[in-house]
């Protein structure tokens, strides 16, 4: 009998965690359901190429066995490209021009991994597949990254980010950029839950980190977050984040040498080789590029996208001046993140219709869901947001 209630005991805890859990767990079923019927229609249509997505084409076809030059030819030359060769022959259809920008792609190597992976089953539509799974992974990563700070009711505003026109619009293409979002929010949420709860979340976000490193150009937003929080809080965990996800993202850096100071100059002159790819050139063409950058964004929110700018601009100040005087890691952790990624955007200055600004997803999402809080709290219809586990 005492081992019988013995037993009962041990299991209590497992099950009233189960129990504790389960309203997150069903709102993180519904989610995934809501994106998965958001991506549905994409995932059925004629898969649409763009430029990003050819090159990651043909690095899918050298991995899994054809020769470099066979696989360029067969996607830039044959009739997977030749709609992009239509409508942009001076670049996609110029070989020259290809030749110079395949060295821009080289370190995304995860992605095309996966694409190639499922390639017998998919074909061509793979990386499509991949990307829209991205999306998916996306949208949960931006609920948990909340559920860390708010409760369900705030968490699942979620729902802002799930229906975000610039992140359902380039997840409908086979690139990169949604899984470079769903990392990089991991990351985040890594982060947190090291400084918050201790050293054991340490590796998964040197995981993440490692991982993005070969998807997408954004890791160093996660790391210098990283860094400033260990300057920040000067604890030994917050100093061994930031030293690890330095560790991680090193690979990537010294396997693969990506000529920073011509992918900016290739920027500012408009996604074209810069004549003369020095730093005194993009000093001098810079200016002008930004400028043109911040209308092209102004210019597409006053055509019809208010709710993209609403997303961003209201999130973004909503983060800063709701939690100025915070000091959780949380929002410690997310302002510095929104520094480095406006400083990421600003640094690529070529109009993207908000597809390289979707690296501010996850601070812009952490300020809409405060402020929606403080809101809610203000008519008095919410207790107070769950308190840091440190």
Same mark, same amino acid.
Request: aromatic share 12%.
């Given at each position: 009998?005492?081992?019988?209630?013995?037993?009962?005991? @041990?299991?209590?805890?497992?099950?009233?965690?189960? %129990?504790?859990? !389960? #309203?997150? =767990? *069903?709102? /993180?079923?519904?989610? &995934? $359901?809501?994106?998965?019927?958001?991506?549905?229609?994409?995932?059925?249509?004629?898969?649409?190429?763009?430029?990003?997505?050819?090159?990651?084409?043909?690095?899918?076809?050298?991995?899994?066995?054809?020769?470099?030059?066979?696989?360029?030819?067969?996607?830039?030359?044959?009739?997977?490209?030749?709609?992009?060769?239509?409508?942009?022959?001076?670049?996609?259809?110029?070989?020259?021009?290809? @030749?110079?920008?395949?060295?821009?792609?080289?370190? %995304?190597?995860? !992605? #095309?991994? =996966? *694409?190639? /992976?499922?390639?017998? &089953? $998919?074909?061509?539509?793979?990386?499509?597949?991949?990307?829209?799974?991205?999306?998916?992974?996306?949208?949960?990563?931006?609920?948990?990254?909340?559920?860390?700070?708010?409760?369900?009711?705030?968490?699942?505003?979620?729902?802002?980010?799930?229906?975000?026109?610039?992140?359902?619009?380039?997840?409908?293409?086979?690139?990169?950029?949604?899984?470079?979002?769903?990392?990089?929010?991991?990351?985040?949420?890594?982060?947190?839950?090291?400084?918050? %709860?201790?050293?054991?979340?340490? =590796?998964?976000? /040197?995981?993440?980190?490692?991982?993005?490193?070969?998807?997408?150009?954004?890791?160093?937003?996660?790391?210098?977050?990283?860094?400033?929080?260990?300057?920040?809080?000067?604890?030994?965990?917050?100093?061994?984040?930031?030293?690890?996800?330095?560790?991680?993202?090193?690979?990537?850096?010294?396997?693969?040498?990506?000529?920073?100071?011509?992918?900016?100059?290739?920027?500012?002159?408009?996604?074209?080789?810069?004549?003369?790819?020095?730093?005194?050139?993009?000093?001098?063409?810079?200016?002008?590029?930004?400028?043109?950058?911040?209308?092209?964004?102004?210019?597409?929110?006053?055509?019809?996208?208010?709710?993209?700018?609403?997303?961003?601009?209201?999130?973004?100040?909503?983060?800063?001046?709701?939690?100025?005087?915070?000091?959780?890691?949380?929002?410690?952790?997310?302002?510095?993140?929104?520094?480095?990624?406006?400083?990421?955007?600003?640094?690529?200055?070529?109009?993207?219709?908000?597809?390289?600004?979707?690296?501010?997803?996850?601070?812009?999402?952490?300020?809409?869901?405060?402020?929606?809080?403080?809101?809610?709290?203000?008519?008095?219809?919410?207790?107070?947001?769950?308190?840091?586990?440190?």
């Amino acid at each position: 009998m005492s081992t019988l209630a013995g037993r009962r005991a @041990a299991a209590l805890p497992g099950r009233m965690l189960g %129990r504790r859990f !389960l #309203p997150e =767990a *069903a709102c /993180a079923v519904v989610l &995934a $359901a809501l994106a998965v019927v958001a991506a549905w229609p994409a995932s059925q249509d004629p898969v649409r190429w763009t430029p990003d997505g050819l090159f990651y084409q043909a690095r899918i076809l050298e991995l899994r066995g054809a020769d470099h030059d066979d696989a360029y030819s067969e996607v830039f030359t044959g009739p997977l490209s030749e709609r992009a060769r239509t409508i942009d022959p001076e670049r996609t259809g110029d070989p020259a021009w290809v @030749a110079y920008n395949e060295q821009f792609y080289e370190r %995304r190597l995860a !992605l #095309p991994l =996966a *694409a190639a /992976a499922i390639y017998p &089953a $998919a074909g061509e539509r793979s990386l499509l597949y991949v990307s829209l799974a991205g999306y998916v992974a996306a949208v949960l990563a931006v609920f948990l990254l909340l559920l860390l700070r708010f409760r369900l009711a705030i968490a699942a505003a979620a729902l802002a980010t799930l229906y975000l026109p610039a992140l359902t619009h380039h997840s409908s293409y086979p690139l990169t950029d949604s899984w470079g979002l769903a990392l990089q929010t991991a990351a985040l949420g890594f982060a947190v839950l090291a400084l918050d %709860r201790g050293r054991r979340w340490i =590796a998964p976000f /040197a995981l993440a980190v490692l991982v993005l490193s070969f998807t997408r150009d954004s890791t160093w937003i996660p790391v210098l977050a990283a860094v400033w929080c260990a300057y920040r809080f000067r604890t030994r965990t917050a100093v061994a984040l930031a030293a690890s996800g330095f560790a991680a993202a090193l690979p990537a850096v010294l396997a693969f040498s990506v000529p920073m100071r011509e992918l900016v100059a290739f920027n500012v002159v408009g996604h074209d080789p810069a004549p003369d790819a020095t730093w005194g050139f993009i000093a001098e063409h810079y200016p002008g590029a930004l400028v043109d950058h911040v209308r092209g964004n102004l210019g597409f929110v006053r055509r019809g996208e208010w709710y993209t700018g609403a997303y961003f601009a209201g999130g973004l100040i909503a983060l800063f001046a709701l939690t100025r005087r915070s000091r959780e890691a949380l929002p410690t952790l997310l302002k510095a993140a929104a520094v480095v990624a406006l400083l990421y955007v600003v640094s690529i200055p070529a109009f993207s219709a908000f597809r390289v600004e979707l690296v501010l997803v996850p601070m812009a999402a952490y300020g809409l869901a405060f402020a929606l809080e403080r809101l809610v709290a203000l008519r008095g219809g919410l207790r107070p947001a769950r308190a840091p586990s440190r």
